[in-house]
T-cell receptor, first 110, second 115 residues
Framework: EDQVTQSPEALRLQEGESSSLNCSYT??????LFWYRQDPGKGPEFLFT???AGEEKEKERLKATLTKKESFLHITAPKPEDSATYLC???????????FGKGTTLSVSS | GAGVSQSPSNKVTEKGKDVELRCDPI?????LYWYRQRLGQGLEFLIY????????KSGLPSDRFSAERTGESVSTLTIQRTQQEDSAVYLC?????????????FGAGSRLTVL
């Protein structure tokens, strides 16, 4: 069964304090791993797609990496505006839908 | 439109009533998805439409749930005889091609509260 597990559930950082979010996955034949950001009261917003182990993508203070079993979202020198819930997802075996983890809620204080 | 539009944004109903939730995808997007997000939970896949193909209904939790899509435009998610456990945010998303080839753009969701 396709499964995505994210940790930690919640993370509190001081502004400028770098850290990483983890996403471990179980799927037969990875066809894509996706990171989304969700702000309160809004739908998820796409950040990155990774397809193969060793791949990395960057956007501003965020960098996503992928291994054969997990992905990390690295946040460098975060700012309060980076506060949000970060969701990880994989494409299901049928290729028809994304299977999401429960997310990591990040709070960055100044 | 510029984004995925969902209505109503908020719906409060009594247990046992039927509700309809509407989704207007981005023009030209052939794929449309419905997800459910319960408080503190991840997104739960409900149903997927792709062009004129038969929809993937494998995520619908019971026969009280159904969805329709008119061509490659508007979709309606219907929940019959609502129960308190149906309370959640229902998110619609669309993509230009099937999710394996492109990213999903989500609407802001319809928050359903069943009393």
């Amino acid at each position: 069964e396709d499964q995505v597990t994210q940790s930690p559930e919640a993370l509190r950082l001081q502004e400028g304090e770098s850290s990483s979010l983890n996403c471990s996955y179980t799927v037969s034949g990875l066809r894509g791993l996706f990171w989304y950001r969700q702000d309160p009261g809004k739908g998820p917003e796409f950040l990155f797609t990774l397809y193969s182990a060793g791949e990395e993508k960057e956007k501003e203070r965020l960098k996503a990496t992928l291994t054969k079993k997990e992905s990390f979202l690295h946040i460098t020198a975060p700012k309060p505006e980076d506060s949000a819930t970060y969701l990880c997802a994989v494409l299901n075996q049928a290729g028809t839908a994304l299977i999401f983890g429960k997310g990591t809620t990040l709070s960055v204080s100044s | 439109g510029a984004g995925v539009s969902q209505s109503p944004s908020n719906k409060v109903t009594e247990k046992g009533k039927d509700v309809e939730l509407r989704c207007d995808p981005i023009s030209g997007h052939t794929a449309l998805y419905w997800y459910r997000q319960r408080l503190g939970q991840g997104l739960e896949f409900l149903i997927y439409f792709q062009g004129n193909s038969a929809p993937d209904k494998s995520g619908l939790p019971s026969d009280r749930f159904s969805a329709e899509r008119t061509g490659e435009s508007v979709s309606t998610l219907t929940i019959q005889r609502t129960q308190q456990e149906d309370s959640a945010v229902y998110l619609c998303a669309s993509s230009f091609r099937p999710s394996g080839a492109n990213v999903l753009t989500f609407g802001a969701g319809s928050r359903l509260t069943v009393l």
